[in-house]
């Protein structure tokens, strides 16, 4: 999810050990909120400011509620601090990832239902096989999307100094999507917050959902919205119809834009191709 933000507190440097962990400081009188933490000390105060700035970007009162009611996820922290995987070669990733698995099933997927996938190629020039590779490689074609409640994971990593930037802006939009009934504080996604089939964060979601199916709302958790939106989405970010997506090519690099480990890329592009043979 690419290179940890740097983090501006504003404040004299030997004072910024402490804000991060957590503590209001006072100065001169004045409290100073607490920007970010990395422990669960601070989350309860950093949550008054947070609904502050949450409000002013848009959030009602449903979801305002669901910000207060949130409580600090250690399980989220303690799973974004040992990604492992990402650090495999790409025959040990592909070998713990089930490739070999998500290729046959999905080469079936396709032959079964052919004229679906044809019709996002038609509408976002993004080809089935890459579709298909992220569909099995995010949920294993949706089998399991996740067991943690998505609002206070996002929400406490947009707290956790790591990549707190980073996140913010996604934990509006898991606020927004409660104001609007997309998803409800008790929704379940990964322990980064994911979304639905293909796991998107609830920035992206809001942004670049999209009503596939045609029923009048975007459900996450609808296969067909799912695939629609996620192809919208490398649309969006600069996929360019009928061309390759093999390493070194343009589409390649957009696939950075879904996924910022190289070796993801690399094995999203090896399946979809094997897929798309």
């Known amino acids: 999810m690419g290179q940890f933000p740097e983090i501006s507190m504003r404040l004299p440097a030997a004072l910024k050990a402490t804000a991060l962990s957590g503590v209001v400081l006072v100065l001169g009188g004045t409290a100073l909120a607490v920007e970010c933490g990395n422990t669960a000390s601070g989350f309860e105060q950093w949550k008054s400011g947070f609904a502050s700035d949450a409000e002013r970007a848009g959030v009602g009162p449903a979801g305002l509620l669901a910000l207060a009611k949130t409580r600090y996820a250690g399980a989220t922290i303690a799973a974004d601090r040992n990604q492992k995987s990402f650090r495999y070669s790409l025959e040990k990733f592909?070998?713990?990832?089930g490739a070999s698995?998500?290729?046959?099933?999905g080469r079936n997927k396709k032959s079964r239902n052919p004229a679906f996938y044809q019709s996002l190629e038609r509408i976002y020039g993004v080809p089935?096989?890459?579709?298909?590779?992220?569909?099995?490689?995010?949920t294993a074609f949706g089998s399991f999307m996740g067991d943690s409640n998505v609002v206070p994971?996002?929400?406490?990593?947009?707290y956790d100094c790591r990549r707190s930037d980073f996140f913010r802006p996604h934990a509006i939009g898991a606020l927004r999507m409660v104001d609007t009934g997309s998803i409800t504080p008790a929704t379940k996604g990964a322990k980064h917050g994911e979304?639905?089939?293909t796991q998107f964060l609830p920035g992206n979601a809001l942004e670049y959902g999209v009503d596939g199916n045609g029923?009048?709302?975007?459900?996450?958790?609808?296969?067909?919205?799912?695939l629609a939106s996620t192809a919208n989405y490398l649309?969006?970010?600069?996929?360019k119809p009928g061309q390759?997506?093999?390493k070194g090519t343009h589409n390649y690099a957009v696939l950075k834009e879904w996924n910022a480990a190289s070796v993801y890329q690399e094995t999203l592009s090896i399946m979809g191709a094997q897929i798309d043979r």
């Open 94 to 97: 592909m070998q713990i990832r």
């Open 101 to 105: 698995t998500i290729i046959a099933q």
């Open 128 to 138: 089935a096989g890459i579709l298909i590779a992220i569909h099995g490689m995010e």
């Open 153 to 158: 994971a996002i929400v406490t990593l947009a």
């Open 195 to 197: 979304l639905g089939h």
């Open 215 to 226: 029923d009048g709302r975007i459900d996450f958790y609808n296969q067909v919205d799912a």
């Open 235 to 239: 649309r969006a970010k600069g996929w």
């Open 244 to 246: 390759p997506y093999h």
